[in-house]
């Protein structure tokens, strides 16, 4: 299940877990679950928001007195970004226990890494 927050929302999240600093005991390391949700947030949120490039208007009802329902979407000229995803070490493991050359080595690791950063249609 895939669940969108807004930036706001993301804002609320990030500050909740900020504020359980203050409250909670967490190992000195840095290297805990909510650490690492407050990296990827914060990444998130210092990213620029894309600009939109015009908007499409929709009739969405014409009223008995005359007036008019609209709705108005944003679109863009681009898709957004996805954010490269390399490989784990289970992807590694996975690749070394094979059986390859180098040049299969090389292929194999490309396959894997188009595997996981193309569209399916690419």
Known sequence: ????????????????????????????????????????????????????????????????DGTETWTEEAFYTAPPQREWQGLTDEDRQELAAEQYGWEGLCSAVEAKLREKNCAPNI
């Open 1 to 64: 299940m895939t669940i969108t927050l807004t930036r706001e929302e993301a804002h609320q999240v990030l500050d909740a877990l900020e504020s359980c600093y203050d409250v909670i005991d967490w190992p000195a390391d840095g290297e805990t679950p909510q650490d690492d949700a407050a990296k990827v947030l914060h990444a998130k949120l210092s990213a620029p928001e894309p600009v939109p490039t015009g908007f499409i208007r929709t009739l969405v009802k014409v009223h008995a």
